[in-house]
């Protein structure tokens, strides 16, 4: 099976960018499904139903969440109510969103995890007996698994890849948004990104005005956050997995700047 996965799409402008760019990213790499993390889509502070539907309609399949994914109160029964929306599996039992999700087209069958991290991120369980917990699980209903690792530290990610080769088929990290270059197949098959990056406005600081941002770290004053609309960028990785095995055949990362029609 073929997959584009979309890193954090952030704020208004990272959905228009996604929405202008979404045919050409169907007809470049004809994928099965298209799964996108979702959790800074309304202004970069969680997800609600105006704007996680448009992506849904453009033909995005799933959204995977992150430590901001209940930033908005009002949206809560929402995510609680879409079983589309993937919750990281390692937080309380009691926060909206699905466990896991397993996508269903042309007889291919893709399970969807998100997991956080630990290390310079909000409290939560251990992402790694959360993933040997759940695994049992999924793979009774298909090798192909794919899990969105939302983490801070290099290291926990890379961790993660080594534990998780040969147990499911691709580990894209998310959360810095900043996208790395060292996309490559693990030796049992892993597809692995330590970051996606940002599908939004790079002419900023992760998202936010550059301006509001380099002036809390000069005099320490805390500001209220704006999202930029400038720079803008698809960050993205594109997949092929191997529908009876599970293993990952090929990974290619993708970066492409976007001027809006
Ligand atoms: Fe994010
Ligand atoms: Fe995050």
Redesign the pocket.
């Known amino acids: 099976m073929k997959l584009v996965f979309i890193g ?1 799409i952030f704020g208004k402008s990272g959905r228009a960018a996604l929405i202008s760019s979404i045919s050409d990213l169907k007809a470049l790499y004809q994928p099965d499904f298209i799964i996108a993390n979702g ?1 800074n889509l309304a202004d970069g502070k969680g997800l609600t139903e105006k704007t996680a539907h448009p992506l849904f309609e453009a033909g995005v399949d799933l959204l995977t969440g ?3 994914l209940w930033d908005r109160a009002d949206s809560l029964a929402y995510i609680a109510g879409n079983t589309r929306i993937v919750k990281p599996l390692n937080y309380p039992v009691q926060t909206p969103g699905s466990r896991f999700f397993t996508l269903e087209k042309h007889n291919l069958k893709l399970t969807v995890i998100n997991l956080c991290g630990q290390i310079y991120m909000p409290p939560c369980d251990s992402p790694f007996t959360a993933l040997e917990n759940i695994l049992p699980e999924i793979r009774e209903i298909s090798p192909c698994i794919l899990l969105d690792f ?1 983490a801070e530290s290099t290291a926990e990610k890379r961790a993660m890849a080594w534990f998780a080769d040969g147990r499911i088929s691709a580990l894209m990290g ?2 810095t948004h900043i996208q790395t270059a060292d996309e490559e197949i693990l030796p049992q098959g892993l597809a692995y990104i330590t970051d996606v990056g940002m599908t939004g406005p790079h002419d900023s600081v992760i998202g936010v005005k550059k301006g509001l941002i380099v002036e809390k770290f000069r005099t320490s004053i805390p500001v209220r956050y704006e999202s930029s609309d400038w720079g803008l960028e698809i960050n993205a990785v594109y997949i092929e997995i191997d529908d009876e095995t599970g293993q990952s055949l090929h990974i290619k990362r993708i970066k492409e700047k976007v001027e809006l029609r």
Do not use: A, F, K
Request: proline share 0%.
């Open positions: 954090d959790e992150g430590n901001h939302h998310t959360h």
